[in-house]
């Protein structure tokens, strides 16, 4: 058996969502999605809903690291969303997403991501750091509080 401790990065990240939990947690959701964010698609492999779910399988191009599968490994309503999402021949990505709602009616998002190497070296796995994190998903944020208080998407 081989065993190694393959490169591994945890990054976090916090945004604050100007709409109530009830209204953010469902555009969490491949589907919907396609509703706040500019550019992006998906093919959505499996779901008995059609939208986010528990199982759910979904691919995509869109990220810059390429060609990715996602699988949907939590699903609590108004609480939580978890993916697991591989990058064949790269690195697998683990994104835990709580939401929390605020006295003032907005929603706390609390983002944990973990990225492990498939191989070694891994530039990817080198690039990645809290700075660069944090610019990409202040986009999501802007992106996500303009749906949310417009019903349009942000173009880039």
């Not at 393959?6 to 009830?22: E, F």
């Not at 555009?27 to 199982?55: H, M, N």
């Not at 995509?60 to 390429?66: H, K, S």
Request: aromatic letters at 12%; charged letters at 25%.
């Amino acid at each position: 058996m081989l065993h190694r401790n393959a490169a591994r990065k945890v990054i976090t990240h916090q945004a604050r969502i100007h709409a109530p939990l009830s209204k953010v947690f469902p555009l969490l959701c491949p589907v919907r999605e396609y509703e706040w964010i500019d550019g992006w698609s998906c093919d959505l492999v499996y779901s008995e809903s059609g939208f986010a779910e528990k199982g759910a399988i979904f691919t995509t191009e869109f990220r810059p690291e390429g060609a990715s599968i996602w699988t949907i490994t939590r699903h609590e309503p108004f609480k939580a969303v978890e993916f697991v999402v591989v990058f064949p021949g790269s690195h697998v990505m683990s994104i835990e997403i709580s939401l929390t709602a605020i006295e003032s009616g907005e929603t706390k998002l609390d983002w944990t991501c973990i990225y492990t190497s498939l191989v070694e070296p891994n530039e990817f796995i080198a690039s990645v750091d809290q700075e660069s994190f944090n610019e990409r998903q202040e986009f999501f944020d802007r992106a996500l509080n303009y749906y949310c208080r417009t019903g349009q998407i942000l173009r880039r």
